[in-house]
């Protein structure tokens, strides 16, 4: 079954740009069919929708967000990234990826999450 | 955005009782509601999708009713591994939102 992997920095300095990168295996991206999502969670706390992007490039923001997020495909290489600039101690949170239907707009895989900590 | 709101936030039970979980759309969703359960330092799982369908490997004391506003999650006999957070999330509208989680714990 379709396997997702975050990996990246754990920490981040206030003010620069955290960058993640989540690896997929047994599944193509570029076969379609699939949203390819970011979720991230204050340890905690609730869940907060980042974005997604589709194999095409197309993709969707959160508007809270969308102003420092840019998230990328990469499908000769099967994975796909996060960045968020600008970052406070706010963004401070487990980042997961997650694949989402097209159809049944779920979340029917996810990665096992990154602790992404940001602090000087 | 459309908040979902959870109720109640917590509660306690015990093995073998019926519990169930309230989610609330401030607009209506019509059925683009999705159930997740999420325990400590592992990644939510989903349980029911569009409102009602059972997620395959799921087992069948989960289910999932309502449409429009409001959604309930129901877990007819609790069982030791039922003890966890769950999450609504609803996908009608962007931005995607989930609800603030209903932790089962243990009585």
């Known amino acids: 079954q379709v396997q997702l992997q975050e990996s990246g920095p754990g920490l981040v300095k206030p003010s620069q740009t955290l960058s993640l990168t989540c690896i997929v295996s047994n599944g193509s991206i570029s076969s379609g069919g699939y949203y390819w999502s970011w979720i991230r969670q204050p340890a905690g706390k609730g869940l907060e929708w980042i974005g997604r992007?589709?194999?095409?490039?197309?993709?969707n923001y959160n508007p809270s967000l969308k102003s420092r997020v840019t998230i990328s495909v990469d499908t000769w290489k099967n994975q796909f990234s996060l960045k968020l600039t600008s970052v406070t101690a706010a963004d401070t949170a487990v980042y997961y990826c997650a694949r989402e239907g097209i159809h049944d707009l779920n979340y029917d895989f996810w990665g096992q999450g990154i602790l992404v900590t940001v602090s000087s | 955005d459309i908040q979902m709101t959870q109720s109640p936030s917590s509660l306690s039970a015990s093995v073998g009782d019926r519990v169930t979980i309230t989610c609330r759309a401030s607009?209506?969703?019509?059925?683009?509601l999705n159930w997740y359960q999420q325990k400590p330092g592992k990644a939510p799982k989903l349980l029911i999708y569009?409102?009602?369908t059972l997620q395959s490997g799921v087992p069948s004391r989960v289910s999932g009713s309502g449409s429009g506003t409001e959604f309930t999650l129901t877990i007819s006999s609790l069982q030791p591994e039922d003890f966890a957070t769950y999450y609504c999330?609803?996908?009608?509208?962007?931005?995607?939102?989930f609800g603030q989680g209903t932790k089962v714990e243990i009585k």
């Open positions: 992007i589709y194999a095409s490039g197309t993709t």
């Open positions: 999330q609803q996908s009608y509208s962007f931005p995607w939102t």
């Open positions: 569009v409102a009602t």
């Open positions: 607009q209506s969703i019509s059925s683009y």
